[in-house]
């Protein structure tokens, strides 16, 4: 059933997304400034200019509203390859894609470390965080193995991913810490070293 248009011409689901857009945005700002702990369901509102109703109406609670925001901030970072590259070219451009993006994911860091602290004391958060991730394993499996033969690479796929994942946020969160320890070779060197493993 298709959504009825608004007298302005767009559907109520643009309404929502566009509530949606501006929340999570306001969400992200705070975290940037004050971290994840100090941010509140009002504070957010107010950035917004919404009222908590607002955010209610879009997301259950803080928990499910920073769940989402964790999901957009912090998505998969995917290299640009050719099809019929080798796992070596693979890995290459994964570097290239990582390093790409340090600047925005340097910003969002401290709202990422902060969330994830807390879903280490959150139990219930830790299992959503867990099942998100699970699905993002999945489709980078996935997406390995239409991409590269099997005999190619160094493990199976479903571990692969896995090591890659790791490997990034190792990487990307050293390079925060300490830029002029890890400059670019090291993300370079790191990928490669996977490649010669294949």
């Known amino acids: 059933m298709a959504k009825e248009p608004s007298r302005r011409g767009r559907s109520k689901g643009?309404?929502?997304?566009?509530?949606?857009?501006?929340?999570?945005?306001?969400?992200?700002d705070l975290i940037r400034e004050q971290g994840f702990e100090r941010t509140s369901i009002?504070?957010?509102?107010?950035r917004a200019g919404m009222t908590t109703g607002a955010i209610y109406g879009n997301f259950a609670n803080r928990d499910e509203l920073f769940m989402a925001l964790a999901e957009r901030q912090w998505g998969v970072i995917a290299p640009?390859?050719?099809?019929?590259?080798?796992?070596?070219?693979?890995?290459?451009?994964?570097?290239?894609?990582?390093?790409?993006?340090?600047?925005?994911?340097?910003?969002?860091?401290?709202?990422?470390?902060?969330?994830?602290?807390?879903?280490?004391?959150?139990?219930?958060?830790?299992?959503?965080?867990?099942?998100?991730?699970?699905?993002?394993?999945?489709?980078g499996a996935a997406w390995l193995h239409a991409t590269i033969d099997a005999d190619q690479l160094p493990m199976p796929p479903e571990t692969l991913v896995?090591?890659?994942?790791?490997?990034?946020?190792?990487?990307?969160f050293q390079r925060f810490l300490t830029p002029e320890l890890f400059p670019d070779d090291v993300f370079y060197a790191a990928f490669a070293a996977l490649a010669r493993d294949a």
């Open 42 to 46: 009002r504070d957010i509102a107010d």
């Open 14 to 28: 643009d309404k929502r997304a566009r509530t949606r857009t501006k929340l999570l945005d306001a969400a992200r």
């Open 80 to 139: 640009d390859c050719p099809p019929g590259a080798s796992f070596a070219d693979l890995m290459h451009a994964l570097a290239e894609a990582t390093i790409a993006s340090i600047p925005e994911r340097r910003v969002a860091a401290v709202g990422a470390l902060t969330f994830r602290s807390y879903a280490l004391q959150h139990e219930e958060i830790r299992e959503r965080v867990r099942d998100s991730m699970a699905k993002g394993y999945a489709d």
């Open 162 to 172: 896995l090591v890659i994942n790791a490997l990034i946020e190792g990487l990307l």
